[in-house]
């Protein structure tokens, strides 16, 4: 299964490192990873998605709290919580195809980043679903580059707390 987990650590050099190395050395895969500093500029965020049952994740959990900079770990995979993914697209578009694209671009309230002679670069914020949706619209047009950034989330509801 796969589970969401906010992970609040100092905001300190290093910490990425150490906190992608403990994954690493105990052979467990990050599907996606987001790192952004929070309200307070001593702390950042980190939105780590992987795999694994329910006893993998309380071990990841138990791992990441022996971590100095590790102030708190959320699984928030059963709770409410808003997700985005940003994703861009480099599509191939001779200039008779690029209304084509600018209709899929409305329809998922994307938009054009970039123009070149015979591409574009489509930007497109959203779940995972509609990303693998724009995506697979625009497949027909042929897809040159996809670069995506890991998943952010935030539980719905009151702030939660740092205790």
């Known amino acids: 299964m796969r589970h969401v987990l906010s992970v609040m650590v100092e905001n300190r ?31 950042s ?3 780590i998605v992987v795999e694994g049952d329910d006893h993998v994740i309380e071990q990841v959990t138990k791992q990441l709290h ?22 861009l697209i480099k599509v191939h578009a001779e ?18 980043v970039d123009i070149g002679y015979k591409s574009l670069i489509i930007e497109a914020t959203g779940d995972q679903g509609k990303i693998a949706a724009i995506e697979a619209s625009l497949k027909p047009f042929g897809i040159r580059e996809v670069v995506r950034c890991g998943k952010i989330a935030m539980v719905r509801g009151s702030k939660a707390k740092l205790d």
Not at 22 to 31: D, Q
Request: aromatic residues 6%; charged residues 30%.
């Open 45 to 47: 965020r980190m939105t």
């Open 95 to 112: 200039p008779v195809q690029r209304s084509e694209v600018m209709q899929i671009v409305d329809i998922f309230r994307a938009r054009i």
């Open 13 to 43: 050099a290093g910490v990425l490192a150490r906190v992608a190395g403990m994954f690493s050395r105990r052979g467990y895969n990050i599907e996606s990873l987001a790192v952004g500093t929070t309200e307070n500029p001593k702390i």
């Open 66 to 87: 022996k971590l100095i900079e590790v102030i708190k770990v959320s699984d928030i995979t059963d709770e409410e919580y808003v997700d985005r993914e940003l994703v």
